[in-house]
């Protein structure tokens, strides 16, 4: 059974850092497309960055720049490293892994940016 475990969300300031971290568990990581999505509030999901198992990148326009995606396939971790942090970024960031056709989310980790 597939498990994504996030960590590290929180309250920061405006022009703070905070760094994501995906955990994952029951996939073959190492050729698994990781990303990480977001939904603000009254707002669709939307992806924020992805990282494919050749390591090809992909981000939102709005945080390029700002944030930076990586995979550790040792650890089985996708990391999402969010700097320069604005209160527009506040969301709940959820960890995906496509594999197949088929799309599996963690339990998503709360960010709140303050002003």
């Known amino acids: 059974q597939v498990a994504l475990v996030e960590s590290g969300g929180g309250l920061v300031q405006a022009g703070g850092s905070l760094r994501l971290s995906c955990a994952a568990s029951g996939i073959d990581f190492s050729t698994t497309g990781m990303g990480w999505y977001r939904q603000a509030p009254g707002k669709q999901r939307e992806m924020v960055a992805t990282?494919?198992?050749?390591?090809?990148?992909n981000y939102l326009d709005p945080v390029k720049g700002r944030f930076s995606i990586s995979r550790d396939n040792a650890k089985s971790t996708t990391y999402l490293q969010m700097n320069s942090l604005k209160p527009e970024d506040t969301a709940i960031y959820y960890c995906?892994?496509?594999?197949?056709?088929?799309?599996?989310w963690g339990q998503g980790t709360q960010v709140t940016v303050s002003s």
């Open positions: 995906n892994a496509r594999r197949g056709g088929i799309d599996y």
């Open positions: 990282v494919a198992a050749r390591g090809s990148l």
